[in-house]
């Protein structure tokens, strides 16, 4: 089993900056990739930046260019930077990870509110 602890949400103003970390623990994993979704009220869940174990990242179109995403595999740990927050970017953050050992799954964290005022 792969525990994920998220942290770093809150409230900020349109403009605003915010920093998501997202720490893996267990016994005995190693983890592919590595990514952020969130799911705003009254939608559906949606991928909002991955990375993989290499390092490749993958963004949502809206937030290109504001939002960078990033991970320290020595702390198993993946970080969403988000620059210039716009009130849309309010929801719920997962973090979510590809992990295992000798069979790998789909871990999620338990998510963390990020609101932004207008």
């Known amino acids: 089993q792969v525990q994920l602890v998220e942290s770093g949400g809150g409230l900020v103003q349109a403009g605003g900056t915010l920093r998501l970390s997202c720490a893996a623990s267990?016994?005995?994993?190693?983890?592919?990739?590595m990514g952020w979704y969130r799911q705003a009220p009254g939608k559906q869940r949606e991928l909002v930046a991955q990375?993989?174990?290499?390092?490749?990242?993958d963004y949502a179109d809206s937030v290109k260019g504001r939002f960078t995403i990033s991970r320290d595999n020595a702390k198993n740990t993946v970080y969403l930077q988000m620059n210039s927050l716009k009130a849309e970017d309010t929801a719920v953050y997962y973090c979510?990870?590809?992990?295992?050992?000798?069979?790998?799954?789909?871990?999620w964290g338990q998510g963390t509110q990020v609101t932004v005022s207008s």
């Open positions: 990375i993989s174990s290499g390092g490749s990242t």
């Open positions: 979510n990870a590809n992990a295992g050992y000798y069979n790998f799954r789909d871990y």
């Open positions: 267990g016994m005995r994993f190693a983890i592919n990739a």
